[in-house]
């Protein structure tokens, strides 16, 4: 016994099985903890990452698209076609045709595939009406409050938009015109309104059924009251910029 108690005695404090504490002598490296440092390398990515990364490519090539006019309203598209189109399995095209169901620019067709949605000039008179409400007022009260500074780092997006309807690109011209508008109402900090918005906006940009495309025309001057607003807020003529934002949105209506 009195063997054992010695033992017991000579046996280091931080052996013990009830010691919760780890003394200071004893280094744990970072890893064990379960902690990274900054000069480990990053995990690879996962396959998952990459299959998403693929359906946004090929969701931004459908939109693309049916802004263009490559896919037809009131026709049936099937996801191994489109697939074959762009060099990709059915599953990224059907992923992403899902998502344009969601946002109303097609409509699933069982067994067959995804039938491109027909909409009237109605609609896009009453997308226009919905935009202009909450648009034209944030637009005038941010042309009394930003500075002139501001709206000149937004001359780049207005200068994209002119130079896509030069060329009559009208899927460049349609992210343009949403990152310009996006970016005039992200002055205002309400990110949800910003969302919003640009979700109205992209379902305005969609064509209509039986109706001719955009013309390269009217790309240009829907452009040029782009860069015509843009000097009117900088120079703060706040009566050219209420005709300028009310007369975009009333042609939108057109």
């Not at 067959?112 to 007022?137: H, K, N, Y």
């Not at 949403?178 to 005039?184: E, I, K, M, N």
């Amino acid at each position: 016994m009195e063997q054992g108690r010695a033992r017991e005695q000579a046996r280091p404090p931080y052996a013990s099985a009830a010691s919760a504490t780890t003394p200071a002598s004893v280094r744990v490296p970072e890893q064990a903890r379960g902690e990274h440092t900054h000069s480990e390398p990053l995990p690879a990515p996962r396959p998952a990452v990459q299959r998403h990364s693929v359906r946004g490519q090929i969701l931004d090539a459908l939109r693309a698209a049916l802004v263009d006019g490559q896919l037809v309203p009131g026709q049936v598209y099937s996801a191994p076609a489109l697939g074959a189109r762009f060099g990709v399995s059915a599953t990224p095209v059907r992923e992403a045709m899902q998502q344009l169901a969601i946002e109303g620019a097609v409509e699933v067709v069982p067994n067959r595939g995804f039938r491109v949605s027909q909409r009237g000039p109605r609609e896009l008179a009453e997308l226009a009406e919905v935009r202009a409400l909450i648009e034209v007022p944030v637009m005038l009260r941010l042309a009394r409050t930003v500075p002139p500074a501001r709206w000149c780092g937004l001359r780049p997006l207005a200068e994209a938009t002119v130079a896509a309807a030069a060329v009559g690109d009208r899927a460049s011209y349609a992210e343009s015109d949403r990152a310009f508008h996006s970016a005039v109402l992200g002055l205002c900090g309400n990110e949800q309104l910003v969302m919003v918005a640009d979700d109205l906006h992209r379902r305005a940009q969609w064509p209509l059924g039986n109706t001719p495309a955009t013309r390269r025309a009217d790309l240009l001057a829907d452009a040029a009251e782009h860069t015509a607003l843009l000097d009117a807020l900088i120079a703060q003529d706040l009566t050219v910029v209420q005709s300028l934002v009310r007369e975009h949105f009333n042609g939108a209506e057109s």
